[in-house]
């Protein structure tokens, strides 16, 4: 049973595909290129992002993209919600013991806005946000926690969050809630793979406590 969860937040605790793609969207126009559909943008965005942007944009600096999409992201017209399944599995977590930590790429200004908003900071024993390549933070967060691996698991929905729970040698959670398709994630090989945090939470409720 993992008595440790880091959680990823855009598409595992928090549905902001929608703003997100807006500024995405705003970032693009602003630099001459064409705007995306949902469905491209879904195929091509990846983390670590500066990826993403290299290949959009070429030869443009992060910095000046980074300002731009964050003045959009805060006027798009649709807001950030929490997902379906995740303030109950908070919940749970909670009642259960369970040490929480969010390890996210989300820019650390837009996440302190959005967990403010959805009063969801609570949960959290602490908050890794604007970090750019999860990987190049794992091991460190594991030792300043005192996380035991063998109990500790990352949830999140990209193929960066299992990577980055293979680079740090602990459990990876997979869930089909936010950007990349089950196929994607199947082939990244996530310790388990989920539909949704109900899901998750009904499994470990059928694991032995504290074995
Ligand atoms: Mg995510």
């Known amino acids: 049973m993992y008595q440790n969860l880091l959680f990823d937040w855009s598409g595992t605790l928090v549905n902001d595909l929608p703003p997100t793609l807006f500024a995405t969207n705003a970032v693009l126009?602003?630099?001459?290129?064409?705007?995306?559909?949902?469905?491209?943008?879904?195929?091509r965005f990846r983390l670590p992002y500066p990826e993403f942007y290299e290949e959009v944009l070429p030869g443009v600096p992060i910095a000046s993209l980074e300002d731009t999409f964050r003045s959009a992201f805060h006027q798009s017209p649709e807001q950030v919600t929490v997902l379906p399944h995740a303030r109950e599995m908070m919940e749970w977590c909670a009642g259960q013991k369970i040490r929480c930590i969010v390890l996210s790429s989300m820019d650390a200004s837009i996440f302190a806005k959005q967990a403010k908003e959805l009063k969801m900071n609570h949960f959290f024993e602490e908050i890794y946000a604007g970090v750019i390549d999860k990987r190049d933070r794992i091991?460190?967060?594991?030792t300043r926690h005192d996380l035991d691996p063998s109990r500790t698991a990352f949830v999140g929905?990209?193929?960066?969050?299992?990577?980055?729970?293979?680079?740090?040698?602990?459990?990876?959670v997979a869930v089909t809630t936010g950007y990349d398709p089950q196929v994607r994630l199947e082939k990244a090989e996530p310790t388990h793979?989920?539909?949704?945090?109900?899901?998750?939470?009904?499994?470990?409720?059928?694991?032995p406590t504290r074995a």
């Open 29 to 43: 126009e602003e630099n001459g290129a064409l705007a995306m559909e949902l469905s491209e943008f879904r195929d």
């Open 139 to 142: 091991g460190d967060i594991l």
């Open 193 to 207: 793979l989920f539909h949704d945090l109900t899901a998750f939470r009904e499994w470990l409720e059928t694991q």
């Open 157 to 172: 929905d990209m193929v960066h969050d299992i990577d980055t729970a293979h680079h740090g040698g602990i459990a990876s």
